[in-house]
């Protein structure tokens, strides 16, 4: 079968540093994306793995290890902005993106 | 640029009744793709086109459910007749081809009653 495993909440504080870490078994894989959904609004692609190994992008980074079927999000100097959803997908053998249940973060002054 | 845009935002509808949701992707994206929310429950594929081809539909919950793409733009997907299940919000998302980043639409919410 496929899953997708993230913790469903975490709670951090302002200016601090927060990972979200991401398990998955898929049947194909051709990558895995971080998306932020803040509430009633679109998700926004944060980031995309397909080699092992840490992706920076400004305060967020992703990792990704494919013989160990996990990942991670990092987030540094946290605002409270970040506070959304963080969804975890893995983009299968035809491109379709299969979700994680998302992991609300909420960011405490 | 536009971004990829839904209509409608909310449709409340009585079971049995039929809606058509409408997404337009962002110009020149060939990929075009539904996805569903339940509540309580993880964003689940629907069907993939590409341009006006169903690439893999292999989500789609049962015939009640429709989509179209005529002419590889904007695409509908029409529940015909709706049933309480059918509650939740229907994202729609594009890509170009070759190119993994998907962008999302900000989604449909039904809600049958």
């Known amino acids: 079968g496929q899953n997708i495993d993230q913790p469903t909440e975490m709670t951090a504080t302002e200016g601090a540093i927060v990972q979200i870490n991401c398990t998955y078994q898929t049947s194909g894989f051709n990558g895995l994306f971080w998306y932020q959904q803040h509430a009633g609004e679109a998700p ?41 959803s963080y969804l975890c997908a893995v983009s299968g053998a035809t491109n379709k ?13 | 640029e536009a971004g990829v845009t839904q209509f409608p935002s909310h449709s409340v509808i009585e079971k049995g009744q039929t809606v ?7 110009s020149g994206h ?19 086109f590409v341009k006006e081809s169903k690439q893999d539909e292999s989500g789609m919950p049962n015939n009640r459910f429709l989509a179209e793409r005529t002419g590889g733009t904007y695409s509908t997907l029409k529940v015909q007749p709706a049933e309480l299940e059918d509650s939740g ?18 989604g449909t919410r039904l809600t049958v009653v």
Request: charged share 20%; net charge positive.
């Open chain 1, 97 to 109: 993106l299969i979700f994680g249940t998302g992991t609300l973060l909420a960011v405490q002054p």
């Open chain 1, 44 to 84: 926004t692609f944060l980031s995309y793995n397909v080699l092992d190994g840490l992706e920076e992008k400004g305060r967020f980074s992703s990792f990704l290890s494919r013989s160990k079927g996990y990942s991670y999000l990092l987030l540094k100097e946290l605002q409270m902005k970040d506070s959304a």
């Open chain 2, 89 to 106: 919000v229907y994202f729609c998302a594009s890509s170009f081809q070759g190119i993994p980043e998907a962008f999302f639409g900000q």
């Open chain 2, 30 to 48: 060939d990929n075009l793709y539904w996805y569903r929310r339940v509540m309580g429950k993880e964003i689940k594929f629907l069907l993939h």
């Open chain 2, 20 to 26: 058509t949701l409408r997404c337009d992707p962002i």
